[in-house]
Structure formats: C-alpha cells, structure tokens
C-alpha cells in the first residue's frame, strides 16, 4: 500500500486548503482512511477518517464544523477540506490506511504517507 500526501502550503488564518491523499497497491474497499497531524512538540493526533466502502465518517472535536473528509472511489484519493483555518491548525497532516473499521488510535493503522506540512498564519 502507497499513500501520497499532498495540498499542504502556508495560508492566512480564515482561509482554506484542500488536502489529497492518493492510494494505490490494493483494493481499499474494506480500508478505512484516516488524518492525523502533528505539531512541533506535540503527539501525532487524528483528526478524521472515513470507510471506503459506506463513506462513515468521523471528525474530531477540534476540527468538527471546519473540516470535512471526503473520497473519489474512482480516483482512489481521500480528500480533506480544511475551511476556517487557525494557527494551531499548523501542523504536518499525514493521511493513514487500516483494514477495518475507523479507530483514532495511531498505532492501529497501518499504513502512512509522508506527510504535508500545513501552516496557518495570524
């Protein structure tokens, strides 16, 4: 399984970026895709996921309202629109893939991309 990360860039806060997150190497019908990110100094924390398959999702507290996960079947990208950006949104966003149901725990997923590095200025 291969998953590239890209969208990352510098943005003002207020404003929007959209992440992508490409996978190949398998059939991902049965995988859940997740977000994580990472800040300097801090634990890498999810954020959001979604099933392949049935598109469930969930959303973590923080974000909930200002991100939404999406997927392009056809595409096999994972989407991650980022509205109403904040400064503690600054982090780098890895997308991450795991067979079976969505979970927040990192260590449960099994695969990961590189990673984007996302920074929100004041």
């Known amino acids: 399984v291969q998953l590239q990360a890209s969208g990352g860039g510098l943005v003002q806060a207020g404003g929007s970026l959209r992440l992508s997150c490409a996978a190949s190497?398998?059939?991902?019908?049965?995988?859940?895709m997740g977000w994580f990110r990472q800040a300097p100094g801090k634990e890498r924390e999810f954020v959001t996921a979604i099933t392949w398959s049935g598109g469930s999702t969930y959303i973590a507290d923080s974000v909930k309202g200002r991100f939404t996960v999406s997927r392009d079947s056809a595409k096999n990208t994972v989407y991650l629109q980022m509205n109403s950006l904040k400064p503690e949104d600054t982090a780098v966003y890895y997308c991450?893939?795991?067979?079976?149901?969505?979970?927040?725990?990192?260590?449960?997923?099994?695969?990961w991309g590189q990673g984007t590095q996302v920074t929100v200025s004041s």
């Open positions: 190497g398998r059939t991902f019908s049965s995988y859940t």
């Open positions: 991450a893939a795991r067979r079976g149901p969505i979970v927040i725990r990192t260590t449960l997923y099994n695969y």
